[in-house]
């Protein structure tokens, strides 16, 4: 499988619209990154696109084709934070399991890996804790090395040097199979530097999709006093701005040429998260 697209997605529960209108494409040999507010619609999304539940209008494409069948769901996983499985399956019986389904599946790896981050494989899923779970579950989906595995928070309960190893392992998986990784989670800083496509979702909505590179490469803060900033504020979409100790701070979106800056004004460049909270807090007002 070589692309996924999402075609006019919307998704409603009652009268609530989780979804509105979404327009994707996952291509081949990428780490994404869909970040977004707790509800913001990120695992209503990642369900439809796996197919765990239909939407209420528009249509996926997986390869040109718009449904998944026996050979094409094995070029795709999606790893929940919901748990599933039945509670009395153990750690190796869930990755033997899985290896039957996903023929790339090394189950010696995956147990060896697992007994690495310390979760032994006589333990039941129900005996684990939150942040063990999430371990046996990406992992798991890591080790089915899929065409397109999605990976909806699979930090959640980990400490911070687990969450580092996870990082390592996934960096370790896209080298080696040149798959596509999608990450869904809040924890926008920390999973910056695997990141080559950013999607920012709000209240069902693409807010903002672009390479990690034109993200960052396009935005900057300038800094200096109001009166100077005044006057270069209408060259630059703004995308949040504020007073502080006496100055003026833009985020700004730079697009084409834009004037040499006067003396005084100051230039640094924002975080994801920075530019991620700026273009939320937009929305609320």
Not at 34 to 45: H, I, Y
Not at 65 to 70: G, I, K, S, T
Not at 245 to 253: A, D, E, Q, R
Request: hydrophobic share 40%; proline share 4%; aromatic share 8%.
């Amino acid at each position: 499988m070589q692309t996924i697209k999402v075609c006019d997605i919307s998704k409603n529960f009652r009268d609530v619209h989780a979804l509105n209108t979404i327009n994707l494409e996952f291509k081949a040999g990428k780490i994404y990154g869909l970040l977004g507010r707790n509800g913001a619609g990120k695992s209503t999304l990642l369900k439809v696109i796996a197919d765990r539940i239909k939407p209420t209008s528009g249509r996926i494409f997986y390869d040109g084709e718009a449904m998944l069948d026996n050979v094409t769901s094995r070029d795709l996983y999606f790893s929940e934070p919901e748990k599933t499985m039945p509670d009395l399956m153990k750690v190796k019986e869930l990755c033997y399991y899985t290896s039957l389904f996903y023929p790339r599946f090394n189950l010696a790896e995956a147990l060896q890996v697992l007994k690495d981050f310390g979760v032994h494989e006589k333990k039941r899923l129900n005996q684990l804790s939150t942040g063990h779970f999430a371990i046996v579950r990406s992992i798991v989906a890591l080790q089915t090395r899929a065409s397109f595995i999605f990976l909806d928070e699979p930090t959640m309960g980990h400490d911070a040097v687990n969450r580092e190893l996870l990082y390592n392992e996934i960096l370790r998986i896209y080298r080696e199979e040149e798959n596509t990784i999608v990450l869904s989670t809040h924890l926008i800083d920390e999973i910056s530097n695997l990141l080559e496509e950013v999607i920012f979702i709000d209240r069902g909505r693409i807010v903002l999709e672009e390479s990690l590179e034109d993200i960052l490469g396009n935005h900057s803060y300038l800094i200096g006093p109001p009166e100077i900033a005044g006057q270069i504020e209408k060259a630059y979409t703004v995308i949040k701005k504020r007073e502080e100790l006496g100055f003026t701070f833009l985020l700004v979106k730079q697009s084409g040429e834009t004037p040499a800056l006067p003396s005084g004004i100051k230039v640094s460049q924002p975080s994801l998260q920075d530019i991620f909270i700026a273009y939320s807090m937009n929305l609320d007002n």
